[in-house]
């Protein structure tokens, strides 16, 4: 859930601002980053070449929890380019304790098979895997909240849901988990500029502290991984 924000232009500065992305893999000195090549940035970061300097800021935000989770059920739902930071969570807590991985499942969804990300990773860490895509070119077709809502019919006991991806799939995973009593939490996709607080490009709404009010939380530092019931999703 935490991300960097990488100046994809160099010293040329155009296009100026950064763009945030989050982790594929990260350990305390280095980490490595999965992206669609989808506009200006990330064309120029695709002409990054061995050696050469780049503009890195972070690691910035509130990322999932990950830890006091052992006894719970991890139900993982990804799509798109929200993936790889659910690989890197999953990888986290497999790492931190190898017991955990019978308590993981993960939950792919895709348009096409093409961009089932991280299928390997996921299959190599030895975790449950469930996929869809919405063409049906390889797993169930349809929609992934249609696998999280038959597994958590059959289980939903100490279910924890986690998610990442699109905005339309992470209000319907909340809803789903909702449903079904869980704790969700989501990583926002949200317009970034600085990262850090300073620009509040961000904003996200979020139910306020009394009945039916609302506030706006800057998603770059207080998230951008928040608790599903707490947005207020349009
Ligand atoms: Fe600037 Fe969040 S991106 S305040």
Same mark, same amino acid.
């Given at each position: 859930? !935490?991300?960097?924000?990488?100046?994809?232009? &160099? $010293?040329?500065?155009?296009? +100026?601002? %950064?763009?945030?992305?989050? *982790?594929?893999?990260?350990?305390?000195?280095?980490?490595?980053?999965?992206?669609?090549?989808?506009?200006?940035?990330? !064309?120029?970061?695709?002409?990054?070449?061995? &050696? $050469?300097?780049?503009?890195? +800021?972070? %690691?910035?935000?509130?990322? *999932?929890?990950?830890?006091?989770?052992?006894?719970?059920?991890?139900?993982?739902?990804?799509?798109?380019?929200?993936?790889?930071?659910?690989?890197?969570?999953?990888?986290?807590?497999?790492?931190?304790?190898?017991?955990?991985?019978?308590?993981?499942?993960?939950?792919?969804?895709?348009?096409?098979?093409?961009?089932?990300?991280?299928?390997?990773?996921?299959?190599?860490?030895?975790?449950?895997?469930?996929?869809?895509?919405?063409?049906?070119?390889?797993?169930?077709?349809?929609?992934?909240?249609?696998?999280?809502?038959?597994?958590?019919?059959?289980?939903?006991?100490?279910?924890?849901?986690?998610?990442?991806?699109?905005?339309?799939?992470?209000?319907?995973?909340?809803?789903?988990?909702?449903?079904?009593?869980?704790?969700?939490?989501?990583?926002?996709?949200?317009?970034?500029?600085?990262?850090?607080?300073?620009?509040?490009?961000?904003?996200?709404?979020?139910?306020?502290?009394?009945?039916?009010?609302?506030?706006?939380?800057?998603?770059?530092?207080?998230?951008?991984?928040?608790?599903?019931?707490?947005?207020?999703?349009?």
């Amino acid at each position: 859930g !935490q991300f960097v924000q990488i100046l994809c232009s &160099g $010293d040329s500065l155009d296009p +100026l601002l %950064p763009r945030p992305f989050s *982790f594929l893999e990260a350990t305390t000195t280095d980490f490595s980053l999965l992206y669609h090549v989808v506009g200006q940035g990330t !064309q120029l970061m695709g002409k990054f070449k061995k &050696g $050469d300097k780049v503009h890195v +800021l972070g %690691p910035l935000g509130r990322g *999932f929890t990950h830890s006091g989770l052992r006894a719970q059920q991890l139900l993982l739902v990804g799509g798109g380019v929200g993936i790889p930071p659910l690989y890197h969570l999953a990888r986290t807590l497999v790492k931190a304790d190898v017991a955990i991985k019978k308590n993981i499942h993960i939950f792919l969804g895709a348009r096409h098979k093409s961009l089932l990300l991280c299928e390997k990773n996921f299959k190599k860490l030895g975790v449950s895997l469930y996929l869809s895509t919405d063409d049906g070119s390889k797993g169930k077709k349809g929609y992934v909240t249609s696998l999280l809502t038959a597994h958590l019919k059959k289980d939903h006991t100490k279910a924890r849901v986690f998610s990442c991806g699109p905005t339309p799939m992470l209000k319907a995973v909340s809803l789903v988990a909702s449903e079904f009593g869980v704790p969700n939490e989501v990583s926002v996709e949200v317009p970034m500029a600085c990262g850090f607080g300073a620009c509040l490009g961000c904003a996200l709404k979020v139910k306020g502290d009394t009945p039916g009010s609302h506030r706006f939380a800057i998603a770059c530092t207080e998230g951008p991984v928040f608790e599903g019931s707490k947005i207020l999703w349009d």
